[in-house]
């Protein structure tokens, strides 16, 4: 004997179905948003200077995000970070507008094996250890 579902229990699964794809679609797109790259204003030698979108000033997790996406882990690396609250042109040398608006700064030395992510004291987050 075989069971054929009622219209309505069609109605009410295509619906259900419905709001697993819209959540997924919006899961996917929240996530692609947190993984999308920082500005890279520039280089200077082996230095970058990025812009940090002002609501991710203070998360260290999409600071390491970034970390990762601009510098592989075998390389010597140094990230300086910067948040644009003024919205100034982004570029080298820095106005004074970004360059005041420092964050954070990354350094990694492959030759002395050492790896250090230091926070900007202005914005409170590192006690003494912060520049």
């Known amino acids: 004997m075989t069971h054929t579902p009622s219209a309505a229990t069609l109605r009410a699964c295509s619906s259900t179905t419905a709001w697993f794809t819209l959540l997924a679609a919006l899961s996917s797109t929240a ?5 999308e790259a920082w500005q890279v204003v520039g280089r200077q030698g082996l230095m970058q200077v990025v812009i940090v979108p002002r609501e991710k000033a203070t998360e260290a997790a999409a600071y390491r995000a970034q970390i990762a ?6 390389r010597t690396c140094f990230i300086n970070f910067f948040t644009n609250p003024s919205g100034a042109l982004a570029v080298l040398p820095l106005p004074d507008a970004i360059a005041a608006e420092a964050t954070a ?6 030759k002395n094996g050492v790896e250090l ?3 900007s004291c202005r914005l409170g987050l590192a006690g003494s250890e912060c520049f």
């Open 105 to 110: 700064r990354f350094r990694r030395s492959t």
């Open 31 to 35: 996530a692609a948003a947190a993984d």
């Open 69 to 74: 996406k601009l510098c592989p882990p075998e």
């Open 117 to 119: 992510l230091q926070w």
